[in-house]
């Protein structure tokens, strides 16, 4: 009898780094020695119910490196939501090609099925290792200190920040609103406070999905900081929803199960221009903010690809039904610990900022936040000049 | 008696580089060892007229180096709209301050401005030597091949494009429509094109402002695509107008002499989902397009470095009324070789793309195109690679 094989699959959105976990999972599975087939699902769980097994075993390692460069997924991901009799065909399949270790590199929904997955095989007897990457862009995966995917993202927006509160500060429009991910959780839309590190180019506003948004008091903070400057930069989550919980832009339309809204930005930016007759625009960088290989976080990167072989590593060690998560040890000088977390822990708790990371008037961080997140961003961003 | 002095002015939006000009001028200005003061005008010729100048011939070299890596514009700039009385006395400014050289860095309507002072002087008798630096990230202004600003820009959108074009293939939203700079001139977004060099990641659509925009056939080049593959990668000038010449999106607002448009970007991905039903989104960096550092074009910034310093020279040996100029030697390999212009035949005229560089059907760009584009983005964008 040959050896056993290895399988990983993507689910939902790319992040930056998701490559880089693929890269560090592939990596350690080659350096392992112990594996005939080292398999990617192409295109996420529908790849694997379609039995379409990409060979990554084979790729000489100077073409795997380009994973460390390559935004999306290199073996592509999926959003397909699975019925029960699905996990159990699949429990079906994993014994057919003799993979006997599965990683799931995903957020939330992906941890979910990597959960449902690890009871079918228990409820069939199908002897796989089922392990987990924590993977997402938006930060909300529960129990670990924060994920993979994220700390570019906040790269993304905070030297975005930045660089518009340049671009302002020389020629001002009187108010520049910036649209960042996440729809019910702030992480990435905090991460523009960062901006103002080293020489002070950071935001005048932050809006995030966790407080009620209130059009009057975003018009009166407007109103106030263009009394003392003249142009601002606001950063507003893509989620914004007012207290009854509505999306303060309305869904412009509906396909299936998908709902559309319209964009955050240039709706803050029309009010500002319709309310104040101030000259206003709107940025919308969207899924350029988890694609930017040129703003990868350093850190972000490094434990991406040490989240994909903590994964390889303990599923070829025995263990299943976890993911690969980090505790913070400290955050100056930063020093994080990996461990294992329950998947059981994980599946579909959605993690949303603390109220100790948001500030008493709701348009702001703390400096706890920007201590926390601070070091995920790799390296401090670029110095910048004025004389203006 | 004293040294003469020399002035140093921006006009209109900022680039990328437009610091690095004034980095060379600077420089150029301080080694020459002529000059008893370099200014800056703070923000723009209202800063002038303000007698609001900043003195840069005493900032250390290694904080100058700064302006290389700082977007915006670091001495201000404005959109200032001058009448005739207003030249004639910055003429008089410009005498009482002993400047008896100024450099204009910007634009079409800078160019504008640059070659009424000159006129004013020559009317009030004022011994003024004055030079235009080339400035713009459209691309459009006539006489010079290129000019400063473009490259950037150009780099920009390619790496966007094909950064989204990789997340698209990974998990794929049917339409994904990137909006690019340029109302009038289609250069920046005909850079797109450019994302397909080395690996094929691609746009499959580009819509130039050059070209009546005809919804339907929009909406044909789409379907038609869809049935090809499952994510397509659309690029349009936020200028699209249609074959009356009215924008394709309606005015939102009226604020004084401004019209704010809808974007381009929403607009084209709602049609896409109201008439076909499919999923798209839009995208819309909007001033991160002019403002990212990260994404700065080598040649670029060195030949924007390189205008500000031959400016500075051709005014201290005594040229006026002109601007710096790139003349096109050879694309392969690149070779530049930089000349004086008449600003005569540089204000206001307004260059868009030729029809040498547009597709038959509207929807794309040739390879001569690509070929003059090309050397402009500063080296090759990041291999990246795919297994599905």
Known sequence: MGKDSILIVHGGGPTAVINASLYGAVKEAKESGQLEHIYGARNGTGGLLREDLIELGTVPDEKLALLL???????????????????????????????????FNGGNGTMDTCGKLFRACRKTGTDVRIMGIPKTMDNDIAVTDHSPGFGSAARFIAQSTKELCADVRGLPIHVVVLEASGRNAGWITAAAALAEDGDGYGPDLIYLPERPFDEDRFIEDVERLLKKKTGIVVVASEGLKDKTGKPVVEPIFQVGRSTYFGDVSSHLANLVIRRLGYKARGEKPGLLGRASMSLVSRVDCREAELAGRLACRAALGGESGKMVAFRRISSSPYEMEPFLADIDEVMLHERTMPEEFINETGNGVTERFKEWCRPLLGGELDPMISFN
């Open 69 to 103: 460069k390559t935004p999306g997924s290199a073996i592509g991901t999926s959003r397909d939501q699975l019925e029960q009799e699905e996990y159990e065909r699949m429990a079906g399949i994993l014994e057919k090609y003799g993979i006997r270790y599965v990683l």
